[in-house]
């Protein structure tokens, strides 16, 4: 079973998380692939036909990144060309307000993977990747929100 997971990183936060979120479901004996939404073509992954997705954006000028909304949506294009559907979506949102600053730009990015006709079940949470600057690092309390999330996910999809 493979799970793909994307995100749009400048300054390789996002593709920590995405890679620590990974070691989480490869303990479960997935198969996980991670790739930045502007290399990866969404009709690749389409044709893989995983059994989940994550996508990740990063918030930039009070916005979840367009990149990943999207590679969203010409991946729902590509998935219903195939007739085909992935069985669970979740989101995480990389920022560096506190989280609760970004909760409207969080609900979006879920609410758009809800409007993605080809994911079966969406995770209704997004997981807050907070940054300490714009470069990053992650910070503590995000690393540890990783573990619990990345646990809640798999025993949600069970
Ligand atoms: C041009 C620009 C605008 C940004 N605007 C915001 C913002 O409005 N709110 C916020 O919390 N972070 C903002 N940030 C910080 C980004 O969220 C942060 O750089 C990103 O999440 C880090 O992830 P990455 O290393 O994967 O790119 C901004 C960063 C840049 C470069």
């Given at each position: 079973m493979k799970?793909?997971?994307?995100?749009?990183?400048?300054y390789g936060n996002g593709e920590k998380l995405a890679e620590q979120l990974a070691d989480i479901f490869k303990k479960m004996a997935f198969e996980v692939?991670?790739?930045?939404?502007?290399?990866?073509?969404p009709a690749q992954v389409a044709k893989e036909a995983p059994e989940g997705l994550v996508v990740g954006a990063a918030l930039r000028m009070f916005m979840a990144s367009p990149a990943s909304k999207r590679w969203l949506r010409k991946f729902n294009r590509e998935q219903?060309?195939?007739?085909?559907?992935?069985?669970?979506?979740?989101?995480?949102?990389?920022?560096?307000?506190?989280?609760?600053?970004?909760?409207?730009?969080?609900?979006?990015?879920?609410?758009?993977?809800?409007k993605t006709t080809t994911i079966k079940k969406v995770f209704p949470?997004?997981?807050?990747?907070?940054?300490?600057?714009?470069?990053g690092p992650l910070t503590k309390e995000t690393i540890k929100s990783i573990q619990e999330f990345g646990e809640r996910i798999l025993s949600w999809i069970k």
């Open positions: 799970i793909w997971i994307l995100h749009d990183s400048h692939k991670i790739g930045n939404v502007k290399f990866v073509k219903k060309k195939r007739q085909q559907a992935v069985n669970f979506g979740c989101c995480f949102l990389t920022h560096v307000w506190k989280r609760e600053r970004c909760t409207l730009q969080g609900k979006r990015l879920v609410k758009a993977l809800q949470e997004w997981l807050s990747g907070r940054v300490e600057t714009a470069e």
